[in-house]
Every structure is written in structure tokens, then in C-alpha cells.
């Protein structure tokens, strides 16, 4: 008992004294992923309905990483260029009519050039929406600020496979559909609020010591913060086989069908929605940022692990809530690190490279996994993945011991 009176005093002051807009942002967030239910049954999609090899879905889904590279960079550069809200606007509006002719390609070659521009569009929004969320948060507040975006961002994502699963057992189609509907009104919402708000000055946006830190003029030449994208880069190439290797595991290998594949990436949403906020005030007040991004590494390693014994339904769940403790630790906390390198004059290139690394495991997360998966088996490529997340937790240790 005193244990959840303990976790409910954290989980409601990890809300106190965050900004409006920072929860406006937050509800776009939620309203944009929403309606995300396109990536996790993409792989599923081409594999069942379309009838494509591992390898050829694999391929497939890379393109989605490589346009994911170059949305990112272009977005962070335009974000410093232009500003954050024309960015977020251009992103949220263009995506909508990719969505609605994405059902017409089905064959490997337009599905890769219309996936691949789909994804540049729809990630031109991360970078800017990240310098949005410096903008608008307080500066003792910028890891909570995060924390209730990326909360929003998996709330949604825990609604949108659970209804997609529902929707794919009926048309694929209404995947794509509810996807654009969702982007149109998450974008008039954002420009109902957002248009000509301002935020926090830069002065007061960033602190004394992340001035101090800061003495390039790009992220791209910051040797020790691109060392630390690498490992990140490395990290996320495990963590997002939850929107590709995974989903074709429980549906190949494990026999689950797309509803109960669609209530397993659910509870992911869930428990970060759940647990994020007050585990991430407890974090940032007990362990450094160094221990926070190691033991949350580590929980990724832990989640392929457990798949080695066994796939009962159980083990992945248990598989599922491990790898939401590590997103949970993982992702506000590299922001942060992101936002202490910058100032607000540079900030979208760092978010831009942030957002890059994240984006390469697009591209090296389905080649790579379904490739393994197809000719060695998806037991080979648990063990393999094991072994990048033990590379990525000692980079960690020793590159954010000289950052």
C-alpha cells in the first residue's frame, strides 16, 4: 500500500509546473499517433495480403527508414531555417495524401518509392516538434516536458494497433484511411493553438551549463554527441524490431491473429502511458543520465532474452513490458542529452540527428532482422540482438563519461 501511495505522489508531481502549450503539444502528439497504425501491420500487410517474401517486406520497411534519415535531417534544418510550427504544420498536412493513394500501390517497387516518401514527410514533424517542446517547456522541466510527449505519443500508440487490429481483420485499407483522418485534425488543432504563440526566449530556455557544454556550430561536428547517436543508433536497431521482426514473429511463429497481434503492441502504449512520467521523475532524481540510458539499454536486451526459452503468450507480454521499461528510460533521456549539447540557434540540428539516429534503425532494423530471421531463424536473431545491446550499453558508459 505504501508503495502506490508512493508511485501516486510521483506520478502527480511529475506533472507539476508543466505549460500549457507543453500539454497542447502533447494532445497533437496523441491525436497524430493515434491514428500511426500503418507501421506496425505494414510487414504483416505486404506478407499476408500482398504476398511478399520476408526478404522483399524487409526491403520494403527499410525504405521507411531511409526516407525517416532524410526527413530527419531536412527537418532539423529546416526547423532551424524556418521555425518549428510551419515545419510541424507542413509535416501533419502533407503526409494526409500519401495515406489515401497508399492502398493502390501494391507491388514491390511502387510500395518502396511511395513508403519511402511517406516516411520523409511524416518525419520532417520529430525534429521540429522536439524544438517545440524545448520552446515551450520550462528549463528545469525539459526531461517531464519530453516524458509527457513521448506518454502522449504511446497512449496513442497503444489505441491505434488495438483498433488497427480490429480494422485490418475487416480491410487494410481502413489502416491508411483512419491514419490521414487523424493527421488532418491533429493539424488543425495545431494551428488553432499554436499560430503566433510564443514560448520561452533562448535565454531562458537554456541553461548556463548546457552554454558552457556547447562550442560547435553543428551537431554534425560534435565528435563525442556523434559517438553517442552511434550507440543510440545501435540501441534503437533492437528496439524498433517492435515494428517489424516482432509483429511477424507473434504472427508466423507464435500464431497469433491481427487482433491479438494488435492487443499485444497495445499494452506496449499502455504500460509506457502508465509508468513513464513517474518513472522518469524517480529516474532523473536518483541515477545520472549515463546510468538511465545503460540500465535502460540493458531492459532491451532483457526482452529478447526471455524469447529464447519459449513464445507462450505470457513470455511475450513479459517480453513487451520489458522493452516499454527500456523506451520508458531510453527516449526522454537522449533527448535531454540532445537539448543540454544545443542552444536554441543549433537546437534543430541536434534534434535533426537525435531524430537521424532513431531513423537508421528504419533502415538496419527489418534489413537486417528479417534477413537474419529468413535464413537463421528468429531464435539466431534474439542472440544476435542480445549482443548489440551489450555493445551499446558499454558505448554508452564510456562516451557519456566524457561528454
Same mark, same amino acid.
Request: hydrophobic fraction near 50%; proline fraction near 3%; aromatic fraction near 16%.
Given at each position: 500500500?505504501?508503495?502506490?501511495?508512493?508511485?501516486?505522489?510521483?506520478?502527480?508531481? #511529475?506533472?507539476?509546473?508543466?505549460?500549457?502549450?507543453?500539454?497542447?503539444?502533447?494532445?497533437?502528439? $496523441?491525436?497524430?499517433?493515434?491514428?500511426?497504425?500503418?507501421?506496425?501491420?505494414?510487414?504483416?500487410?505486404?506478407?499476408?495480403?500482398?504476398?511478399?517474401?520476408?526478404?522483399?517486406?524487409?526491403?520494403?520497411?527499410?525504405?521507411? =527508414?531511409? *526516407?525517416?534519415?532524410?526527413?530527419?535531417?531536412?527537418?532539423?534544418?529546416?526547423?532551424?531555417?524556418?521555425?518549428?510550427?510551419?515545419?510541424?504544420?507542413?509535416?501533419?498536412?502533407?503526409?494526409?495524401?500519401?495515406?489515401?493513394?497508399?492502398?493502390?500501390?501494391?507491388?514491390?517497387?511502387?510500395?518502396?518509392?511511395?513508403?519511402?516518401?511517406?516516411?520523409?514527410?511524416?518525419?520532417?514533424?520529430?525534429?521540429?516538434?522536439?524544438?517545440?517542446?524545448?520552446?515551450?517547456?520550462?528549463?528545469?522541466?525539459?526531461?517531464?516536458?519530453?516524458?509527457?510527449?513521448?506518454?502522449?505519443?504511446?497512449?496513442?500508440?497503444?489505441? *491505434?494497433? #488495438?483498433? =488497427?487490429?480490429?480494422?485490418?481483420?475487416?480491410?487494410?485499407?481502413?489502416?491508411?484511411?483512419?491514419?490521414?483522418?487523424?493527421?488532418?485534425?491533429?493539424?488543425?488543432?495545431?494551428? !488553432?493553438? !499554436?499560430?503566433?504563440?510564443?514560448?520561452?526566449?533562448?535565454?531562458?530556455?537554456?541553461?548556463?551549463?548546457?552554454?558552457?557544454?556547447?562550442?560547435?556550430?553543428?551537431?554534425?561536428?560534435?565528435?563525442?554527441?556523434?559517438?553517442?547517436?552511434?550507440?543510440?543508433?545501435?540501441?534503437?536497431?533492437?528496439? $524498433?524490431?517492435?515494428?517489424?521482426?516482432?509483429?511477424?514473429?507473434?504472427?508466423?511463429?507464435?500464431?497469433?491473429?491481427?487482433?491479438?497481434?494488435?492487443?499485444?503492441? #497495445?499494452?506496449? =502504449?499502455?504500460?509506457?502511458?502508465?509508468?513513464?512520467?513517474?518513472?522518469?521523475?524517480?529516474?532523473?532524481?536518483?541515477?545520472?543520465?549515463?546510468?538511465?540510458?545503460?540500465?535502460?539499454?540493458? !531492459?532491451?536486451?532483457?526482452?529478447?532474452?526471455?524469447?529464447?526459452?519459449?513464445?507462450?503468450?505470457?513470455?511475450?507480454?513479459?517480453?513487451?513490458?520489458?522493452?516499454?521499461?527500456?523506451?520508458?528510460?531510453?527516449?526522454?533521456?537522449?533527448?535531454?542529452?540532445?537539448?543540454?549539447?544545443?542552444?536554441?540557434?543549433?537546437?534543430?540540428?541536434?534534434?535533426?540527428?537525435?531524430?537521424?539516429?532513431?531513423?537508421?534503425?528504419?533502415?538496419?532494423?527489418?534489413?537486417?532482422?528479417?534477413?537474419?530471421?529468413?535464413?537463421?531463424?528468429?531464435?539466431?536473431?534474439?542472440?544476435?540482438?542480445?549482443?548489440?545491446?551489450?555493445?551499446?550499453?558499454? =558505448?554508452?558508459?564510456?562516451?557519456?563519461?566524457?561528454?
Amino acid at each position: 500500500m505504501e508503495t502506490l501511495k508512493l508511485y501516486w505522489k510521483n506520478y502527480i508531481s #511529475a506533472y507539476q509546473g508543466l505549460s500549457q502549450a507543453t500539454w497542447l503539444l502533447a494532445l497533437v502528439m $496523441f491525436i497524430n499517433q493515434s491514428g500511426s497504425m500503418v507501421l506496425p501491420f505494414l510487414g504483416v500487410y505486404m506478407t499476408t495480403v500482398l504476398d511478399f517474401s520476408l526478404k522483399n517486406a524487409g526491403i520494403v520497411l527499410s525504405t521507411f =527508414g531511409v *526516407g525517416s534519415i532524410l526527413g530527419s535531417f531536412i527537418g532539423g534544418w529546416l526547423t532551424d531555417k524556418f521555425g518549428s510550427f510551419k515545419i510541424q504544420v507542413s509535416s501533419l498536412f502533407l503526409s494526409i495524401p500519401f495515406y489515401l493513394i497508399l492502398p493502390f500501390f501494391d507491388t514491390f517497387e511502387t510500395l518502396c518509392i511511395s513508403i519511402f516518401f511517406l516516411s520523409l514527410i511524416k518525419e520532417l514533424f520529430r525534429p521540429a516538434n522536439s524544438a517545440s517542446v524545448s520552446y515551450y517547456a520550462k528549463p528545469e522541466n525539459i526531461t517531464r516536458a519530453f516524458s509527457l510527449n513521448r506518454m502522449a505519443l504511446n497512449l496513442g500508440y497503444s489505441i *491505434g494497433p #488495438a483498433i =488497427g487490429g480490429f480494422l485490418a481483420a475487416v480491410s487494410y485499407n481502413f489502416l491508411f484511411y483512419t491514419n490521414a483522418c487523424m493527421s488532418f485534425i491533429a493539424g488543425i488543432l495545431f494551428i !488553432f493553438y !499554436f499560430k503566433n504563440r510564443k514560448g520561452n526566449t533562448p535565454e531562458k530556455v537554456v541553461s548556463k551549463k548546457a552554454k558552457d557544454i556547447v562550442k560547435v556550430k553543428s551537431a554534425y561536428t560534435d565528435v563525442k554527441f556523434l559517438l553517442f547517436s552511434s550507440f543510440i543508433a545501435i540501441y534503437a536497431y533492437c528496439f $524498433f524490431q517492435i515494428l517489424n521482426t516482432l509483429p511477424l514473429f507473434y504472427k508466423n511463429v507464435a500464431l497469433m491473429n491481427e487482433k491479438e497481434v494488435g492487443l499485444l503492441m #497495445a499494452f506496449n =502504449g499502455i504500460v509506457v502511458f502508465v509508468l513513464e512520467m513517474a518513472l522518469v521523475h524517480f529516474a532523473e532524481k536518483k541515477f545520472t543520465l549515463s546510468a538511465n540510458m545503460i540500465i535502460g539499454s540493458l !531492459f532491451c536486451g532483457a526482452a529478447f532474452l526471455v524469447l529464447l526459452p519459449s513464445h507462450v503468450q505470457i513470455v511475450l507480454y513479459l517480453s513487451i513490458f520489458l522493452i516499454s521499461i527500456s523506451e520508458i528510460l531510453i527516449m526522454p533521456f537522449a533527448s535531454t542529452v540532445a537539448v543540454n549539447r544545443s542552444v536554441s540557434a543549433n537546437r534543430g540540428s541536434y534534434m535533426g540527428l537525435n531524430g537521424i539516429s532513431f531513423s537508421m534503425a528504419f533502415v538496419t532494423s527489418p534489413l537486417i532482422g528479417t534477413f537474419i530471421a529468413q535464413n537463421y531463424g528468429f531464435t539466431n536473431l534474439w542472440i544476435f540482438n542480445c549482443i548489440m545491446i551489450a555493445i551499446s550499453s558499454i =558505448g554508452f558508459y564510456f562516451v557519456m563519461k566524457k561528454m
